[in-house]
C-alpha cells in the first residue's frame, strides 16, 4: 500500500473526530497533507513519509529502537517533538497518529 493510500486512511479515520480538520493547502513543512486538531498539526505526510507530533521522551524512545527519526524540516536541526516513521517499519500508523493526536489535543 503506498504511502497516499495509508495516508488517506488516516484522514479517513480521524474524519469524525470533534476538532479534527483535514488541511491539503498552504502546506508547511514541506507536506502534502495535514491533519489537525484544534488547529495544530498532529499528523502530515512529508515526501512520502509519515510524520508525527509526539512527546519528546516517546519520539526519543522510537527512534532508538529504529523505528524511525526524528524531523528535520529543513533547516539543518531535528526537531524534539516531532518524528518520522521509516517506511520499513513495523509499526502501525493508525496507533502511532492515535498517540500524535493524544499528545497534541493534551
Not at 519528546?56 to 539543518?76: C, I, P, Q, S, Y
Amino acid at each position: 500500500m503506498s504511502a497516499q493510500s495509508r495516508y488517506a486512511d488516516l484522514v479517513r479515520a480521524f474524519a469524525s473526530e470533534r476538532g479534527v480538520s483535514h488541511v491539503t493547502e498552504g502546506k508547511g513543512f514541506g507536506s502534502s497533507g495535514q491533519l489537525k486538531v484544534e488547529g495544530r498539526i498532529f499528523a502530515m505526510l512529508v515526501r512520502d513519509e509519515l510524520v508525527l507530533k509526539l512527546p519528546r521522551a516517546r519520539v526519543d524512545e522510537l527512534v532508538g529502537a529504529g523505528e524511525g527519526r526524528h524531523f528535520d524540516a529543513g533547516k539543518g536541526r531535528p526537531m524534539r517533538e516531532w518524528f518520522v516513521l521509516d517506511p520499513a517499519s513495523s509499526k502501525r500508523w493508525a496507533p502511532l497518529a492515535r498517540e500524535a493526536f493524544d499528545f497534541v489535543k493534551g
